[in-house]
C-alpha cells in the first residue's frame, strides 16, 4: 500500500514547453485534489475530482489542466509552461464519506522550476 | 465555505504547551474543523478532528466553544519535532473541497 505517489519528484522546464504531473492513489478513494505551494505560502487549490471522470476549478485553475480517466489516476497537465508556474506541486486524495469527515492523504510532492 | 484565520507565526521552547487559535466566524451546522501539520518539503499530514467541546488523541487535543466560531489546537510539552506549519480546516457534508490558508508557522526553541 503505496498510498500517494507523485510523478516526477523534480522537473525542470523552459517557458513555453508542456508536461503532465501524474498522481496515483491506491486506496480507492474518491476524491483527489492538486494544490500548489509557493515559499512561505500555504496550499492553494487548482483543481479537483469528486470521482472518476469529474474535475472541477479550485482557487488558482489558469494555467492548468487536469484529467481523472481512472479512479486511481489524476493527472495535471501545464500546457505551456510559464515562470509563475514554478512551484511546489501536492496531490492529495480523500474517501468516499469526503474531506468533512475523512483525512486527505497527501502526496510527496512535485518540484517544478520553470526557466 | 468558512474562512478561517490564524496567527502567521508562533515561537516556544521545548517543553512548553502550546496553543494555536482559529477563527472562524461564520462556521455552518454541519461543518467539522480539522487541523494538519505540515514539516518542510512534506505535504500536510492530518493531526485533529472535531464538531464541538474537546477531543484528545496521542498528539493533540482540540478545543472548540458552545458557539462554535473558533477552535484551539493545544500541543502539549512540545518539542523540537514539533517545528512546522499548522493548518486549521472547516468544512461540511457538502464541502467537495478544502482551501487551506496560509498556515500558522510554529518554531520551537531549545
Known amino acids: 500500500n503505496a498510498g500517494v505517489t507523485q510523478t516526477p519528484k523534480f522537473r525542470v522546464l523552459k517557458t513555453g514547453q508542456s508536461m503532465t504531473l501524474l498522481c496515483a492513489q491506491d486506496?480507492?478513494?474518491?476524491?483527489m485534489y492538486w494544490y500548489r505551494q509557493d515559499p512561505g505560502m500555504g496550499l492553494r487549490l487548482i483543481h479537483y475530482?469528486?470521482?472518476?471522470?469529474?474535475?472541477a476549478k479550485g482557487e488558482v485553475p489558469d494555467g492548468y489542466n487536469v484529467s481523472r480517466l481512472k479512479k486511481q489516476n489524476f493527472l495535471l497537465g501545464l500546457e505551456s509552461a510559464a515562470p509563475s508556474q514554478t512551484s511546489v506541486y501536492f496531490c492529495?486524495?480523500?474517501?468516499?464519506?469526503?474531506?468533512?469527515?475523512?483525512?486527505?492523504?497527501f502526496g510527496p510532492g512535485t518540484r517544478l522550476l520553470v526557466l | 465555505l468558512a474562512k478561517t484565520t490564524q496567527p502567521i507565526s508562533m515561537d516556544s521552547y521545548e517543553g512548553q504547551e502550546v496553543n494555536i487559535t482559529c477563527s472562524h466566524n461564520?462556521?455552518?451546522?454541519?461543518?467539522?474543523i480539522t487541523w494538519y501539520q505540515q514539516f518542510p518539503s512534506q505535504g500536510p499530514r492530518f493531526i485533529i478532528q472535531?464538531?464541538?467541546t474537546k477531543v484528545t488523541n496521542e498528539v493533540a487535543s482540540l478545543f472548540i466553544p458552545a458557539d462554535r466560531k473558533s477552535s484551539t489546537l493545544s500541543l502539549p510539552r512540545v518539542s523540537l519535532s514539533d517545528t512546522a506549519v499548522y493548518y486549521c480546516?472547516?468544512?461540511?457534508?457538502?464541502?467537495?473541497?478544502?482551501?487551506f490558508g496560509t498556515g500558522t508557522r510554529l518554531q520551537v526553541f531549545p
Open positions: 486506496m480507492n478513494h474518491e476524491y
Open positions: 480546516l472547516v468544512a461540511g457534508v457538502n464541502t467537495d473541497k478544502l482551501i
Open positions: 461564520n462556521i455552518a451546522t454541519n461543518d467539522y
Open positions: 472535531g464538531y464541538k
Open positions: 475530482s469528486v470521482g472518476e471522470g469529474t474535475t
Open positions: 492529495a486524495s480523500v474517501g468516499l464519506a469526503g474531506p468533512y469527515q475523512e483525512t486527505q492523504y
